[in-house]
Each structure stands twice: as C-alpha cells, then as structure tokens.
C-alpha cells in the first residue's frame, strides 16, 4: 500500500516568509510525528499527534513553529517569518499507535527546505 | 539525560567485512532501541530493534547487541554489501509508541 506522503519535496523561501508543510500518513495509522533533520546531524523531534489526545509539542524550537492535523489523518507543519536557521529536511512519520513496543514509525520521504 | 551519542560519523567497510556502530544512552526509562536505515533523497527505514530485556537480536546480516549495564547498544553488520552503504541512525524511546530520540548518524560506505 501506500507509505507516507510528504509534500513539497523541496521548497525554497525567503527570510521571514511562512512556509506550509504537508504530511500524509498511512491510512489508518493514529499516531503522527515531525521530526527535523539538519545538514550532519540527526533527527530530531519536533512534534507528536496520537489520536484525540493533546499533541506533545515539546519539540518545537520556537512560537514561529505550529503544526496541525485534521481529521485525525493530514498534518501542516508551518513555520512563520522562516530564518536561514530553519534550512532542513523535515521528515514526517506515522505509525499505528497502539500500545505494543514493536509499533514502528514509517517515515515519508520528506521535504528538503530552503531559506535564503 | 535524553541524548544518544552515536560512533563513529563515517565508517568504510570492504566487501564481505563486518561493519559496527555504536551507540550510548544515558536515561534508563528508554526501553526501546531501533536503528534506522537511511537511502540518500529517502525517509529512514526501521532496520531492526531490541527491548533491554534481551542482550542481543540477530535478522539475518544484522545484529543488535545490548549491554544494560554499560547504557550501550551496537549494529553489528556482517558481510557487509556495497547495497548497505547507507546512513545508519540508533534511536531510543520510552515506550515502542513514543517519540525517538535519535543519535547523529553513521555514514557507511562499503567497497567492493
């Protein structure tokens, strides 16, 4: 089946512009993450949606990142007046969000930002 | 306390040698350690993961060894493959369904 969508796949912006980021997980799949990869470093967390729940946004590095998911599937991960800092990939990834330890995160391909 | 540190940045390999990356946690509520395997222009792949109760996994070329005591966990790949060169990333959560906490990453490339 389908995996994980992600949407652009590149995106080039100005500073202080906002940028949208799309995500769309595996049908049926609960549980929704961002994660942020910079140039020579790993992933990291930005953002966790399980189901009805309260998202953990503890992840995010500033207020100028916000992200939403409606309906319980897409998610839009925006960033307000984008600095040359906020240059990554931002990967997306879902998972079935049970309660078993195997339960794996999918990731999509994610979507290389660019601010100059 | 929520790091993984990760080792070594780059590794090359022969074909047919054993490649090994290690990776060290600090906090002891993480009871979940995956590696992820990442193509470049991909997202990362799940490769293979282990619980603290068991001191190793093996799939195949791949294996995870756990030491609990020492806060350490390694990917052990033999025969490495020209088709494993790849970015290799350990991980680590509280529980299976949370958020991972990754380490920086291993390039490995493997000559034929």
């Known amino acids: 089946g389908a995996g994980v969508s992600q949407s652009p796949s590149n995106k080039v912006t100005e500073k202080g512009k906002d940028v949208e980021l799309r995500c769309d997980p595996i049908s049926g799949h609960t549980a929704l993450y961002w994660y942020r990869q910079?140039?020579?470093?790993?992933?990291?967390?930005?953002?966790?949606?399980?189901?009805n729940s309260?998202?953990?946004?503890?992840?995010?590095?500033?207020?100028?990142?916000?992200?939403?998911?409606?309906?319980?599937?897409?998610?839009?991960?925006?960033?307000?007046?984008?600095?040359?800092?906020?240059?990554?990939?931002?990967?997306?990834?879902?998972?079935?969000?049970?309660?078993?330890w195997t339960d794996t995160q999918y990731f999509g391909p994610g979507t290389r930002l660019t601010v100059l | 306390q929520q790091q993984v540190k990760q080792s070594p940045q780059s590794l090359i390999v022969q074909k047919g040698g054993i490649s090994i990356i290690n990776c060290a946690y600090e906090n002891t509520a993480f009871d979940y350690f995956p590696w992820y395997q990442q193509f470049p222009?991909?997202?990362?792949?799940?490769?293979?993961?282990?619980?603290?109760?068991?001191?190793?996994?093996?799939?195949?070329?791949?294996?995870?060894?756990?030491?609990?005591?020492?806060?350490?966990?390694?990917?052990?790949?033999?025969?490495?493959?020209?088709?494993?060169?790849?970015?290799?990333?350990?991980?680590?959560?509280?529980?299976?369904?949370?958020?991972?906490?990754?380490?920086?990453?291993?390039?490995?490339?493997?000559?034929?």
């Open chain 1, 38 to 51: 910079s140039l020579g470093q790993g992933l990291e967390f930005l953002i966790y949606f399980q189901g």
């Open chain 1, 54 to 100: 309260a998202p953990d946004k503890s992840g995010l590095p500033s207020d100028r990142f916000s992200a939403e998911r409606t309906g319980g599937s897409v998610s839009t991960l925006t960033i307000q007046r984008t600095q040359q800092e906020d240059s990554a990939v931002y990967l997306c990834a879902s998972s079935l969000g049970g309660t078993s």
């Open chain 2, 41 to 112: 222009g991909k997202g990362p792949a799940l490769l293979i993961a282990i619980r603290p109760d068991v001191s190793e996994k093996k799939e195949g070329r791949f294996t995870i060894s756990f030491n609990k005591s020492a806060k350490q966990f390694s990917l052990h790949i033999m025969d490495s493959q020209p088709g494993d060169s790849a970015t290799y990333f350990c991980a680590a959560s509280y529980y299976g369904t949370d958020k991972l906490i990754f380490g920086t990453g291993t390039r490995l490339q493997v000559f034929p």
